[in-house]
């Protein structure tokens, strides 16, 4: 098997000519009335890429900096000793990458209200053979849910349905379910906060430097427990920079993608989290920048 993390050339070939919006897709939409969403859904009329793209571009890239935001709370709350919390905003970060390389590969969930109406979910794709796209009215579903089996059917090699269903879960358990949250100050609860906090999971070699094997055994189970909601995030967040870097580096609109890797870099330095982690994300955002010419 070839490895799930190369760049994907025909995503640099689509996107490089692309001039991103400065609006988001579903600020776009919401301006069009409800019947005439549906009579592009019912009719199966598609929709010019062009007229859609610089949307989804923008948004993709908003995606990833929520995703990294979010990653950099859940280190700083796990710090903290808040698990419950953390576990929360851990799988928003994990939420918000897949939602960012989805609308890469032109797929989108999008949630539309309308007033004295009722609200309409959105699935907007790009059938096979073809660069332009189309809606499709989601029913009763959870959107998470769905986004879930998207990238699952999306990216084959990266996305799992079964464990996606279990991530959502999980963060709904530590959401809602009082017996988890109220575990929270428990003394297995605090350790875990311990664990998630000091160890930095982003690190490619993590766990390879061990002098035992007992050591090595307990840096394993520490990645199979937990460490690998970190790092299978961070894996995805860094795979998402370096296709943007690529689709950057062979675009006109390349100053665009520049500019935002030192918007994020600048973020760094104005968020509380732990100092391996934003050391970690800020060598992703510099070699980023690095590539991408001025």
Not at 212 to 236: C, I, K, P, V
Request: with cysteine; net charge neutral.
């Amino acid at each position: 098997m070839g490895d799930p993390f190369e760049l994907d050339s025909s995503l640099t070939k689509h996107w490089s000519g692309v001039k991103p919006a400065l609006r988001f897709l579903k600020e776009t939409l919401q301006y069009s009335k409800r019947a005439d969403i549906a009579k592009v859904i019912n009719d199966r009329i598609e929709i010019d890429h062009n007229t859609l793209d610089p949307f989804l571009i923008r948004d993709s890239v908003e995606f990833l900096r929520l995703s990294i935001i979010n990653l950099l709370a859940y280190k700083h709350l796990v710090c903290g000793k808040y698990l419950a919390w953390g576990r929360v905003t851990i799988y928003y970060s994990y939420f918000y990458i897949i939602n960012c390389l989805l609308r890469l590969k032109g797929v989108a969930l999008v949630h539309l209200d309308y007033l004295d109406e009722k609200p309409l979910t959105v699935r907007i794709l790009r059938p096979r053979n073809s660069r332009n796209y189309r809606f499709q009215e989601c029913g009763g579903a959870s959107g998470h849910k769905i986004v879930g089996e998207e990238f699952a059917r999306v990216y084959p090699s990266l996305g799992n349905k079964t464990i996606s269903m279990y991530t959502i879960k999980e963060r709904m358990d530590w959401n809602y379910d009082l017996f988890y949250a109220s575990q929270a100050t428990d003394k297995h609860a605090l350790k875990e906060a311990e664990d998630r906090c000091k160890n930095d999971f982003l690190d490619p070699n993590y766990g390879k430097t061990a002098s035992s094997e007992n050591e090595a055994e307990y840096y394993n189970e520490l990645m199979a427990g937990f460490g690998y909601e970190e790092g299978g995030t961070g894996q995805y967040q860094k795979y998402a920079i370096d296709q943007f870097t690529d689709i950057g580096k062979n675009s006109k609109y390349g100053s665009f993608y520049r500019a935002f890797f030192e918007s994020m870099l600048q973020d760094l330095g104005l968020l509380e989290s732990s100092d391996l982690t934003k050391e970690e994300i800020a060598n992703w955002l510099r070699n980023a920048i690095s590539q991408i010419k001025q």
